[in-house]
């Protein structure tokens, strides 16, 4: 069975960095994509990023224009493939990225470069950016 395993989060300091991990030694990195969620309590989850680990194109959620984008911004996610490791740093943290954030794993579909499911998820790491 797939386990994904997060690590990192914590107390954070607003405008320092953090960075978050995802380890998944069963899965087969060429056969999906991960992606990072964040959730704040009382509010839906929102998508941050995805990375299509066949091909290793990454996108983002430009949170302000409501749509996904190739530029990096504060969070960038990438890849460890020697430790089937997935990672997300947030630069300039805010107290607005206070939140649980959730990795997940989704097979690959032919039609899109980030699936639309996600079959197995990430306990989940919680932040909290201190202002």
């Known amino acids: 069975e797939v386990q994904l395993v997060q690590s990192g989060g914590g107390l954070v300091q607003a405008g320092g960095s953090l960075r978050l991990s995802c380890a998944a030694p069963?899965?087969?990195?060429?056969?999906?994509?991960v992606a990072w969620f964040r959730q704040v309590p009382g509010k839906e989850r929102e998508g941050v990023s995805c990375?299509?680990?066949?091909?290793?194109?990454?996108?983002?959620?430009?949170?302000?224009?409501g749509r996904f984008t190739t530029v990096e911004g504060r969070f960038t996610t990438s890849r460890d493939n020697s430790a089937n490791t997935v990672y997300l740093q947030v630069r300039s943290v805010e107290p607005e990225d206070t939140a649980v954030y959730y990795c997940?794993?989704?097979?690959?579909?032919?039609?899109?470069?980030?699936?639309?499911?996600?079959?197995?998820w990430g306990q989940g790491s919680e932040v909290t950016v201190q202002s």
């Open positions: 990375i299509n680990l066949s091909n290793n194109r990454t996108f983002y959620v430009d949170f302000e224009k």
């Open positions: 997940a794993a989704g097979r690959n579909v032919p039609t899109a470069q980030c699936p639309g499911s996600w079959q197995y």
């Open positions: 069963e899965l087969n990195f060429d056969d999906y994509a």
